[in-house]
């Protein structure tokens, strides 16, 4: 019997004059996710279905249940023998003795001479005769036999995979993503490219004080998001300078405040340079001195460039959840020092004052942050190569 896997949209389901721009989108990711299977894909206003070899019909379910724009991942079975005879024999190989069970039945081809409830009453009866033990359970069944009967024929399938939601990453745009080693930034990563948004990643990196163990800890969570079908170049901050003119030249209480004020500048203006129309962050309210209200706003001060963070709100504990689930936290956890984590003051400031960090900023060498932005790293995640670049 031949499998199919059958796609159902996610929110883009909610667009009326969009939606096949979405579901286009949706088509060129799964294309490039798959590209190795040579999958045939039909798609249509509600449903994709998807042809690949019966031996990868697993592993291909797997790779599209990370795919974002996707409810539901459903393997069926699908005849184009329509008659309802047909229907009852396929379904009986979705059950076994002493389940319980539900028949539901969805006919868009509206040409079919029989109403929905009563194929769904047929199978069921069927079913009910023919295999020991079957009993129905319309609320809670533990197999739900689906049949979809459509113009080219019927589907017919068991509960599906959960997808990952969202709408299809690209579909609403580039942000640049300020990606750290540790656990947040990348979850933060996620859950925007969760949002249909595709990301270059930006790395400040203060060699030697840093290792290059460190740059590669951050180069495995730029793949971890490369899975979920994200294509985005690796750019790579060289900050030493800053932060050592920071520490030796600003006050030290305002180490952080004054730093991630660098951060910002540098982020907006590679930001407009890359076309991404957003910078992303892993900060949450009060997690740290610098992301207390305060600190945040003395720290956005220096840019009026919208800034995400899709973490503002959640407890580490659940971002910790989210990083197993997404399958970064085992590298995030690796015990190489950020360049946030030197130089760090043994007092930290949690209510900064904006015009004091004005003040300290005019003793700063703003060339610094042209030199830093000229001699940016690129890392091509897909070639695994470096390619030095002037930048600006
Ligand atoms: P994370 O778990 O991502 O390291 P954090 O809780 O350690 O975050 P901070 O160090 O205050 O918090 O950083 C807040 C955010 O600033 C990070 O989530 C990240 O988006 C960005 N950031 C911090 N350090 C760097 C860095 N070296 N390169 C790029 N972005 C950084
Ligand atoms: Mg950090």
């Given amino acids: 019997?031949?499998?199919?896997?059958m796609i159902k949209y996610g929110e883009l389901t909610t667009k009326k004059d969009n939606r096949n721009f979405f579901i286009n989108t949706l088509v060129k990711n799964i294309e490039k996710v798959l590209s190795s299977f040579n999958p045939v894909i039909l798609k249509d206003y509600f449903r994709?279905?998807?042809?690949?070899?019966?031996?990868?019909i697993d592993e291909c379910t797997d790779l599209l249940s990370k795919v974002f724009g996707i409810l539901e991942v459903c393997i069926c079975?699908?005849?184009?023998?329509?008659?309802?005879?047909?229907?009852c024999d396929i379904s009986k190989s979705l059950v076994s003795s002493g389940v319980t069970f539900k028949v539901q039945t969805n006919r868009s081809d509206k040409s079919y001479p029989v109403p929905s409830m009563d194929i769904s009453r047929s199978v069921g009866s069927f079913?009910?005769?023919?295999?020991?033990?079957?009993?129905v359970d319309v609320h809670n069944p533990q197999v739900l036999v689906n049949v979809e009967i459509r113009k080219e024929g019927v589907y017919i399938y068991n509960k599906g995979i959960k997808g990952s939601c969202g709408y299809p990453t690209g579909s609403l745009g580039k942000a640049l993503l300020m990606l750290s080693g540790g656990i947040d930034s990348v979850v933060a990563g996620y859950l925007t490219m969760k949002r249909g948004v595709r990301l270059d990643f930006l790395y400040f990196e203060s060699l030697p004080h840093t290792s290059l163990e460190a740059?590669?800890?951050v180069?495995?969570?730029a793949k971890v998001l490369k899975k979920y079908g994200n294509n985005g170049k690796l750019l790579v901050v060289p900050f030493t300078k800053i932060q050592e003119s920071i520490y030796r030249?600003?006050?030290?209480?305002y180490m952080i405040t004054l730093m991630r004020r660098m951060m910002y500048r540098i982020g907006q203006r590679v930001a407009k340079k890359r076309n991404c129309l957003a910078l992303v962050n892993g900060e949450s309210i009060g997690q740290v001195a610098s992301q207390t209200l305060t600190s945040i706003r003395v720290v956005?001060?220096?840019?009026n460039y919208p800034i995400i963070r899709p973490l503002a709100s959640f407890d580490k504990i659940e971002i910790m959840d989210m990083a197993r689930k997404i399958g970064s936290y085992d590298i995030s956890i690796l015990p190489y020092e950020d360049c946030c984590t030197i130089f760090v003051p043994t007092h930290p400031v949690i209510n900064p004052n904006l015009d004091h960090a004005r003040s300290e900023e005019e003793k700063f060498d703003f060339s610094l942050i042209d030199e830093a932005i000229e001699n940016i790293l690129i890392i091509d995640l897909d070639k695994e190569s470096d390619e030095e670049e002037n930048y600006l």
Wanted: glycine share 0%; aromatic share 8%.
């Fill in 1 to 5: 019997m031949k499998k199919v896997i």
């Fill in 48 to 56: 994709m279905f998807i042809s690949v070899e019966d031996i990868y």
């Fill in 77 to 87: 079975y699908f005849s184009e023998d329509k008659r309802i005879e047909t229907i």
């Fill in 127 to 135: 079913l009910l005769r023919n295999v020991d033990n079957l009993s």
């Fill in 215 to 217: 740059r590669n800890k």
């Fill in 219 to 221: 180069i495995e969570l």
């Fill in 249 to 253: 030249d600003l006050d030290n209480q």
């Fill in 300 to 303: 956005n001060d220096v840019t």
